[in-house]
């Protein structure tokens, strides 16, 4: 009988590690990799499927709700907590009611202020923001 010197190993060592770029997922079985295999924050957001993330495990911090005053025509509103990148879930009227997300930016891009993309003349309303915070 051989022994393991003996025997030629096309995809890895005479040690029994697999070369780098020889396992492909199209070698892998079906449901092979199981979860308690993938190690600590190797899950990114690009490789969640759209949707995969519902309320029960979002963290009550990823989410701000924040109040604010319109203004007279396009311009900077003052929207003390708001940070660059959170994204606006929802704007509410509360002079009104009513929806008013469509008069203002749906990404924050300066920090502590909301754009009021609305040209009209809004600063006798306050409105409710709720935030998706980004960090």
């Known amino acids: ?4 010197a ?17 396992v492909s997922a199209a070698k892998l079985a079906s449901n092979a ?8 924050a190797n899950v990114t957001t690009g490789k969640l499927a759209t949707d995969a993330v519902t309320g029960v495990k979002l963290a009550v ?3 701000n709700f ?3 005053a319109g203004k007279n025509g396009a311009g900077a509103c003052t929207c003390t907590g708001a940070k660059v990148g959170d994204k606006v879930a929802g704007v509410v009227n ?3 009611g009513g929806s008013a997300a ?10 502590n202020q909301i754009q009021q993309s609305a040209a009209g003349d809004l600063s006798t309303k306050n409105f ?6 980004k960090s």
Do not use: R, Y
């Open 128 to 133: 409710s923001v709720l935030l998706v915070v």
């Open 33 to 40: 990799v199981e979860t308690a295999k993938i190690k600590d």
């Open 61 to 63: 911090a990823a989410l």
């Open 6 to 22: 003996d025997v030629n190993v096309p995809f890895g060592s005479s040690d029994g590690t697999i070369n780098d770029g020889k």
């Open 66 to 68: 924040l109040g604010f």
């Open 1 to 4: 009988m051989g022994t393991l």
């Open 102 to 111: 469509s008069s203002f930016e749906s990404t924050i891009t300066v920090a």
């Open 94 to 96: 509360l002079s009104d």
